[in-house]
C-alpha cells in the first residue's frame, strides 16, 4: 500500500490516474539515490554509491541530508553534495538510504520514508545462489553473503564480512567490518555486531542484542543482551 510516507520519497501522489502511476514506475529505473546522515557511516555509503554509480549509468547520488550540523568542510573534501536537512527530500523523487550504523535509530528513522526500491551492493560485493537481500540493505566493499541467505529491510554489511549459507538476518542489523557469521546463524532485529566478531554455527542472536568487536558467540544469545570476549560472555 501506498502512504503518506511513502509518496516523500518516490514522488508518487495518491490519486493520480494509473497511466501517471505506471510512468512513474518506469522511473524508478533510474535510481537518483540520497543518504540520510552526513557522518562517517553516512560518508561511507555515499562513496558505495558512488562506486555503484561508476558501474551503472541508471544510477546516481544527489546527495546526503542531515538534520543536524554537518561538517561541510569534510563534506566538501569528499566531494559529497549537501542538501539541505531532511525537508529537502520533499518533492524529490529519490531513493533514501539511512547512514547511521546505530540499528535503533536507523530502525526510527526508516518510519517517516518509504522503503527505497531495492537494497544497494557495491560492485565488489559478492552474492551467492538463491539469496534475498531487503530494501534498503547495504552490502559494502569485499562483503559476501553465500547460498540460500536472507536479509531483511535497512540491514548494513559492512566492509569485508561475510555471511555464509542458510543465515537468517531481520531488519535493521548492522554488521561491522571484518565480521563472520558462520552457516544457519539466525540473527533477529536491530542487532549490532561489533568489528572483527565470529559467530559460531546455529547460533541464535535474538532482537535488539549487541555482540562487542572481536568476540566469538558460541551460544545463543538473548533479545537485547549484550555479550563480548572469547568466548563471548554477556558484559
Ligand atoms: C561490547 C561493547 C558494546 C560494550 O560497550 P559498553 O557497554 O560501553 O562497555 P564498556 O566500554 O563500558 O566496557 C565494559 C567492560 O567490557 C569490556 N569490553 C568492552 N568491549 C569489549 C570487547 N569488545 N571485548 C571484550 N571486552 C570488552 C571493557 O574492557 C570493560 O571491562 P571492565 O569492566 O573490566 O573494565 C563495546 O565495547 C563494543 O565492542 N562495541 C563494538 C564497537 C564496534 O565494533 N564498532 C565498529 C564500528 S564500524
Do not use: K, W, Y
Not at 123 to 128: E, F, L, R
Not at 169 to 194: A, E, K, N, W, Y
Not at 201 to 229: H, S
Request: glycine residues 12%; charged residues 20%; proline residues 5%.
Amino acid at each position: 500500500m501506498i502512504g503518506p510516507a511513502d509518496t516523500r520519497a518516490t514522488g508518487l501522489r495518491p490519486g493520480r490516474p494509473p497511466n501517471q502511476i505506471e510512468l512513474d514506475l518506469e522511473r524508478r529505473s533510474t535510481r537518483s539515490i540520497v543518504v540520510l546522515g552526513s557522518g562517517g557511516h553516512g560518508r561511507e555509503l555515499a562513496d558505495i554509491v558512488r562506486d555503484v554509480q561508476a558501474h551503472d549509468a541508471e544510477v546516481s547520488l544527489l546527495g546526503v541530508v542531515d538534520d543536524a550540523c554537518p561538517d561541510l568542510g569534510v563534506l566538501a573534501r569528499s566531494g559529497i553534495r549537501f542538501l539541505g536537512d531532511s525537508s529537502a527530500l520533499e518533492d524529490r523523487a529519490c531513493e533514501l538510504f539511512i547512514g547511521v550504523g546505530a540499528p535503533a535509530i536507523r530502525s526510527q528513522i526508516a518510519e517517516s520514508f518509504a522503503d527505497p526500491f531495492g537494497p544497494l551492493i557495491h560492485p565488489t560485493a559478492i552474492v551467492g545462489s538463491g539469496s534475498r537481500i531487503g530494501r534498503g540493505s547495504v552490502l559494502a566493499q569485499r562483503s559476501i553473503v553465500t547460498t540460500n541467505v536472507v536479509i531483511g529491510r535497512h540491514t548494513h554489511v559492512n566492509l569485508a564480512a561475510s555471511i555464509s549459507h542458510d543465515c537468517s538476518l531481520g531488519d535493521f542489523v548492522t554488521i561491522c567490518p571484518g565480521v563472520q557469521i558462520t552457516g544457519s546463524v539466525d540473527i533477529g532485529d536491530r542487532v549490532f555486531i561489533g568489528a572483527g566478531a565470529t559467530v559460531l554455527p546455529g547460533v541464535r542472536i535474538c532482537d535488539d542484542a549487541v555482540v562487542g568487536a572481536g568476540a566469538v558467540v558460541t551460544r545463543d544469545v538473548r533479545r537485547a543482551q549484550t555479550v563480548a570476549g572469547v568466548p563471548a560472555v554477556e558484559t
